[in-house]
């Protein structure tokens, strides 16, 4: 049986997967690593299915497992802020699959060292399987105690180590373990997936101004647009059209997570990237978010081609700061500034 019919796309993955589960000969430590969206997890769980022979704790990301698993906790007393707030430090399923997810922002190294000494630190007869999820918010720290097991695992035991951002994963951890880089779904197989699942309206311009990513095609074609992206046309349209443009980008940022703010940032690229095709008159067709023409039709007079080729390395920057753990509010008020600067002479 193969539990991967729930995972959209990357069919050259499950294959060798399913043939080096087959053959005995699939690496211990594997690390899959992809944008978000691209259901990364629910790759991680089907091969860990697939290495125990079961459907460990549920095909969807895992949320209908992590649901019940709140509901148990409510029910036995705890307050629904509080359940809603942390997450547990390990998450079980019958002894044979462990799940470690960051509670609240991050991943911490204690709950590694309650894994390994309350649960996996023996050899067993039959496998079983980690899953560390969000390995783009575990410290230097956590990374270097995981290091030992992963080099000389017990017996049947495989981890599977699962982030968006492997240029965050030290170098140490990534030669030891198998790489698996989630791509994008195809367009016809994702259009068929949302038709399926019972999606309406335009799904074809939902899936491709999605770029092939999952997750994002089904929050287009439900709500007609994705906030993240949204903000970033707004920042975009802020930049050279208000007087009080600083206060009013700072303000529209508040709250918001590290994850949706590099969200923010990589759609900014792809929006420079449009701007610069409807400047040199490519079609809208070959635009990925040809929705956006007429907005970006009215702000273009005033971005230079040389304007926004600067967003690239200014988005970049900034991710790279996020990832080095620079605050927030900082990173957001250098990339406000360095657009207005790029644009200042267009103003």
């Known amino acids: 049986m193969s539990f991967f019919e729930t995972v959209l796309g990357q069919h050259q993955v499950k294959e060798q997967i399913t043939t080096l589960i087959q053959d005995s000969a699939l690496p211990h430590s594997l690390l899959l690593y992809g944008e978000t969206g ?11 299915s697939q290495l125990v022979g079961r459907q460990i704790f549920s ?41 470690i997810r960051p509670m609240k922002i991050q991943l911490s190294v204690e709950q590694w060292y309650t894994l390994l000494e309350k649960y996996i630190n023996v050899s067993s ?5 980690v899953i560390v999820e969000g390995f783009q918010t575990a410290n230097t720290v956590l990374a270097n105690a995981m290091l030992k097991t992963i080099e000389e695992p017990p017996r049947n035991m495989y981890f599977i180590i699962v982030t968006t951002n492997i240029d965050n994963v030290l170098p140490t951890i990534v030669s030891r373990c198998m790489l698996i880089g989630m791509q994008p779904v195809p367009e016809e197989e994702l259009v068929q997936a949302l038709t399926k699942e019972g999606y309406t309206g335009d799904i074809r311009r939902a899936v491709r101004s999605a770029r092939g990513n999952p997750t994002l095609a089904r929050q287009w074609a439900q709500a007609g647009g ?37 969200d923010v940032l990589s759609w900014l690229r792809v929006l420079a990237r449009d701007m610069l095709a409807l400047r040199y008159g490519t079609e809208s067709e070959k635009m990925i978010l040809s929705e956006y023409r007429f907005r970006m039709q009215m702000i273009l007079p005033r971005w230079s081609s040389k304007s926004l080729q600067r967003i690239v390395p200014i988005t970049l920057e900034a ?29």
């Open 59 to 99: 095909p969807d990301e895992g949320r209908t497992f992590l649901s019940t698993i709140e509901q148990q906790r409510i029910e036995s007393g705890e307050s629904e802020s509080a359940v809603k707030d942390k997450g547990l430090p390990i998450y079980i399923d019958q002894g044979q699959a462990f799940w």
């Open 38 to 48: 691209l259901e990364s997890t629910s790759m991680a769980i089907a091969i860990g």
């Open 319 to 347: 991710e790279q700061a996020l990832r080095l753990n620079v605050r927030l509010s900082l990173v957001i008020d250098g990339v406000i500034l360095a657009l207005r600067e790029a644009v200042k002479e267009d103003i």
């Open 125 to 129: 007869d039959t496998p079983r399987v």
């Open 226 to 262: 994705i906030e993240s992206l949204e903000k970033a046309m707004g920042v975009l349209e802020c930049v050279v059209e208000r007087s009080h443009f600083f206060t009013t980008l700072a303000l529209s940022f508040e709250g918001l997570s590290k994850e949706v703010v590099l």
